[in-house]
């Protein structure tokens, strides 16, 4: 797992992985800023993952750019060795799709040659890896779109996008956690929160975690909305590995 590293700045280290994108190498990035954090000393201030790249901000009051690289290199020896990564999580993500949810799904389904009910089944029928947040927080870029479905994003970005919305751009699909400004295509929306700053953790998933798209009517949507105001909906996680459920 032998990385380029460059210097950024004169508190911050780049690694990088690879010159392409793929779930194999978005997983090294992962479980490495994974031991990071756990084992980090004194001196790391932040790790930052994104698809194919790490970046990890230092205090060089604290720690030299030297011991930091020479700390990298045993890490990434022991990880070479151990072979191992941690189990993924599936979070399943109710989903409302078309109509005033979903603006665009027509448009999606007309560019695709398909029918709406085949975008949908098409975008809810398979895993996406979360591979890096960004954007706003809690805003998740996911891989895996099916290339049928796959659309262009909007020439104008609209100014407001609703919270929980549900979008596709180029090959990337995503939702977006807070009201915001986007140019997505939208195609649904979720009635769960995704980023609320007064929960702990005010994100309940992180990079290298699936989600799984459970398409909803409208009124189950509206159900799930208000045990969401409420307090009362929790999200229901597959462990990959164990076959086992809980719930958070």
């Given amino acids: 797992m032998k990385t380029e590293k460059a210097v950024a700045g004169d508190r911050a280290l780049f690694l990088n992985f690879a010159n392409r994108i793929s779930p194999q190498i978005n997983r090294k990035v992962h479980l490495l800023a994974s031991f990071i954090e756990k084992e980090k000393g004194e001196g790391i201030l932040e790790i930052v993952p994104t698809y194919r790249s790490l970046c990890i901000y230092y205090d060089p009051l604290r720690l030299t750019l030297k011991d930091l690289k020479t700390a990298l290199d045993q890490i990434e020896h022991e990880l070479e060795r151990a072979k191992k990564t941690p189990p993924a999580r599936v979070l399943e993500i109710p989903v409302v799709y078309g109509g005033e949810y979903g603006s665009d799904l027509g448009f999606v389904a007309s560019s695709s040659g398909l029918s709406e009910e085949e975008v949908i089944q098409i975008h809810s029928g398979r895993d996406y890896l979360i591979y890096m ?8 870029y996911l891989g895996g779109l099916d290339e049928r479905i796959a659309t ?67 009124e189950e949507y509206q159900k799930k909305l208000e045990k969401v105001r409420r307090g009362d909906y929790k999200i229901l996680i597959h462990d990959s590995q164990q076959g086992s459920f809980s719930c958070i």
């Fill in 133 to 140: 947040c960004g954007f706003s927080p809690g805003f998740s």
């Fill in 152 to 218: 262009p994003r909007l020439k104008t970005p609209r100014v407001r996008v609703p919270a929980g919305s549900v979008g596709i751009a180029e090959e990337q699909t995503g939702i977006y956690p807070l009201e915001s400004a986007g140019g997505w295509r939208l195609i649904g929306r979720t009635p769960l929160k995704l980023f609320d700053p007064y929960r702990d953790p005010p994100i309940p998933f992180v990079p290298g975690d699936y989600f799984r798209f459970i398409p909803i009517s409208e």
